[in-house]
């Protein structure tokens, strides 16, 4: 009986885990992301290769009413300077890199 719960309560956990990462998949706005190589290298192992975040151990999404509500200023600070667990990023990337990838950010997330 405990194994069946465990089998219940994991598919469940990787049912969320799919749904929770699949919706940027087919959002026309990352494929700025995607095709970006500065993104692709400097941020995509925290937060996905579509800006949809990882769930265990990573970053979060990129994509949603709480990036698309901060500010372009605020994004940037925390790419130069880091933020939380995130690194710092501001003495590995010019000024023109970290601001495309955050107006592709901000496209990113207008649908």
């Known amino acids: 009986m405990k194994t ?4 219940a309560l ?3 956990l990787l049912s969320t885990t799919a749904s929770a990462g699949s919706g ?9 992301l995607k095709a970006n190589p500065i993104y692709q290298k400097s941020c995509s192992k925290c937060h996905g290769k579509n800006a949809e975040g990882r ?3 990573g970053a ?7 990036i ?9 600070g ?13 003495k590995k990337l010019s000024a023109t890199d970290i601001d495309a990838i955050v107006e592709q950010i901000k496209k990113a997330n207008t649908q």
């Open 4 to 7: 069946l719960a465990a089998l």
């Open 10 to 12: 994991t598919g469940g």
């Open 24 to 32: 940027n998949r087919n959002n026309p706005n990352t494929e700025f």
């Open 55 to 57: 769930l265990f151990g």
């Open 60 to 66: 979060p999404s990129l994509i949603s009413e709480k």
């Open 68 to 76: 698309a509500a901060v500010p372009a200023d605020e994004l940037r």
């Open 78 to 90: 925390a790419i130069v300077n880091g933020k939380g667990r995130m690194p710092k990023f501001g």
